[in-house]
């Protein structure tokens, strides 16, 4: 028998500092047990359906609530925010605001410590927790000295401590590697299994979740529930083309051939996928196209020599890396997360210093080059945007480094505006940067260096967190920057971006450059993939399953096609 654990009822959300309700309306049945998968694009209300959840809404955020919602049988605003955390454990978006202890041990052990756990059984729950999320080597590290995705799965093991009856994941994947993204998804799986925990996920990656079975997958858009259906059912269905939302690959490339996708296919597990006559239409549609290609081939701009760096007494994070940069490239950093990707970043912009190697821009020593004038040349968008914003307002933070630069406020007017603009925040160019979602303020800090005009624009993860609108609307207009001359240096762990964007990559595996070859060379390389986490998209085995002959011809095809149906890449 199928038990309720979650009852929303006609449930209408406005935050106070709203016009509007962000939620309407929902009406939204979670049995126990049951693994849900909600997907929507950003600004939607996902994160917002999650707080009344969790309780930050009303607790933290405060705002009118109509209609009702239960957990456990008890309307939520009955409970109290720290009887509804012993309910529902929270893994969030940004797991910076969720560290409490000084290293990686305590962070885990909090909970466990809060409720009086006797001291042996604490130190062997950590340990096995720690193995569970790979971080049995950094119990005793400083947390705020760990990776974005090592981060992120101190965040995890802190909520799997605790036994609670619902797990809820914002945006788990954001920041993994691919492979460590799959064993977080296998490990949130075996949980749901052998606990019989209830689980949530939010999550714009919907290919890397269904890597694993879920139940259901709820659609939202404009606050609103527009779909609640099985994964093979939806995925046969129009309505993610429709809200925007990235399908899966292998759907989107069977979609292109024409082939008409029904549920008894078992659309939503593609290693058991049945592709009956597809085969047959793939065949056709891969001879039917062919694609475009332009190297560009021009002086250098970057050059890294022999740079090596460690942090204070460590074995070196950085260990003898070479490359160069052509004008008008981009290209891609990947590796596995702590592999060393932002460090090298950051020495690159100068924010962390006392490398050995030299570094050269256009040509020239950047030896005595400081942080201020390298800014001018070389911009850099972090990975985490709430690292980056220091202004309450939008258009402030937008127009700071203008600002800081004494130029004069028509010409700030003027530029802030296009960047907002491009970054498709114009509408909201009055509001504080607190009403925003957090896909919303990773925009705010990519406008905050476009204003700038740089030469090289250097973006960690710039699209993680962002829904397909605003990964197609950000990658192409950073495609466009790049036709005009700019450099972009993007750090993802985005395998298809890296595909679809950047026709070279570099690739670091421990603090090493282990790979500096073309993006399809690099996938089609089973070592180097296993070596930095990487992962080939589900088009390689597509081909394979469907005997083309060049999987890597129809993947270069694929995204040739895909940009010219949307509209893109010219
Ligand atoms: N604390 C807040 N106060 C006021 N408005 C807020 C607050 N948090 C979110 N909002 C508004 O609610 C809307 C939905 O935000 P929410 O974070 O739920 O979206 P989301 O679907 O999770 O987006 P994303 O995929 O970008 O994370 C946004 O338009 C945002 O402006
Ligand atoms: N400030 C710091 N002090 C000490 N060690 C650090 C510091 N910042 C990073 N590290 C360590 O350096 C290594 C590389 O981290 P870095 O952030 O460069 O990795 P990354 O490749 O960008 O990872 P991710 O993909 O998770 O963002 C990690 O092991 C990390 O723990």
Redesign the pocket.
């Known amino acids: 028998m199928k038990k309720p654990i979650i009852c929303f009822n006609n449930f209408t959300f406005k935050y106070d500092s709203q016009k509007n309700p962000t939620l309407h309306d929902i009406n939204l049945t979670i049995n126990q047990g049951e693994k849900i998968l909600i997907v929507g694009p950003s600004g939607c209300g996902k994160s917002t359906l999650g707080h009344c959840l969790n309780g930050l809404v009303p607790f933290a955020y405060k705002g009118d609530i109509t209609g009702s919602l239960k957990v456990n049988g008890q309307e939520t605003k009955d409970l109290t925010i720290f009887s509804l955390s012993k309910i529902v454990g929270t893994v969030l978006q940004d797991p910076d605001g969720q560290f409490i202890g000084l290293s990686v041990g305590e962070d885990i052990a909090f909970s466990l410590e809060n409720d009086e756990v006797p001291i042996d059984i604490m130190k062997e729950k950590v340990i096995d927790i720690s193995k569970l999320i790979n971080m049995e080597k ?1 119990l005793g ?2 947390v ?9 799965r101190v965040a995890l093991g802190g909520v799997l401590v605790e036994q609670v009856d619902v797990l809820l994941f914002d945006e788990p994947l954001a ?3 691919p492979a460590t993204g799959r064993h977080a998804i296998k490990l949130i799986d075996e949980i749901q299994k052998e606990l019989h925990t209830t689980v949530i996920i939010i999550e714009h990656r919907l290919e890397d979740v269904l890597d694993q079975h879920v139940d259901r997958i709820i659609v939202m858009d404009q606050g609103r529930i527009i779909s609640d259906t099985t994964p093979n059912e939806l995925l046969a269905s129009s309505i993610l083309e429709q809200t925007n939302i990235r399908e899966p690959l292998y759907i989107r490339a069977l979609k292109y051939a024409n082939c008409k996708l029904t549920p008894e296919m078992n659309l939503e597990h593609f290693n058991k996928l049945n592709l009956y006559d597809c085969k047959e239409a793939l065949h056709n549609w891969y001879k039917s196209t062919s694609i475009q290609k332009s190297l560009p081939e021009a002086e250098s701009i970057l050059e890294v020599e022999k740079i090596t760096f460690a ?2 007494a ?1 074995k070196p ?1 950085i260990n003898d890396i070479s490359f160069t940069i052509r004008k008008g490239e981009m290209i891609s950093i990947v ?12 020495l690159i912009c100068g924010f962390e210093k006392g490398h050995s190697g030299k570094m050269f821009f256009a040509g020239e020593d950047m030896k005595d080059v400081t942080i201020r004038e390298r800014a001018e040349k070389i911009g850099m968008v972090m ?1 985490n945007p709430n690292h980056m914003i220091s202004k309450h307002m939008i258009y402030d933070e937008v127009a700071l480094g203008l600002v800081l630069r004494g130029i004069s406020e028509d010409e700030i007017k003027e530029r802030v505006e296009k960047a907002l603009q491009v970054c498709g925040l114009f509408p909201f160019r009055n509001w504080p940067i607190s009403a925003l979602s957090f896909g919303q303020r990773k925009r705010v800090t990519i406008a905050s260096i476009l204003v700038l005009n740089p030469e090289v624009i250097i973006l ?2 710039p699209t993680a967190g962002q829904d397909f609108f605003h990964y197609t609307q950000i990658m192409e207009f950073l495609a466009k920057l790049n036709r005009l001359g700019i450099t972009i240096i993007m ?1 993802t ?1 985005d395998m298809h971006l890296m595909l679809e964007y950047t026709p070279r990559c570099l690739v ?1 595996a421990d ?1 090493k450059l282990i790979a500096d070859d073309s993006a399809v060379n690099v996938l089609s390389n089973k070592k180097i993939v296993e070596a930095a986490n990487l992962k080939q998209t589900s088009l390689f085995e597509l081909a394979r399953r469907a005997n083309i002959e060049h999987p890597t011809e129809f993947v270069a095809r694929f995204i040739s096609f895909d940009k010219e149906v949307r509209g893109f890449g010219n």
């Open positions: 950094y590290a400083s705020h000295e760990l990776s974005g995705g090592q981060r992120q920041n993994l590697d942090y204070g460590q994070t590796g596995k997360n702590g592999a060393g990707k932002s460090t090298l970043s950051r990975q960690d993860e750090v762990h670091i603090g």
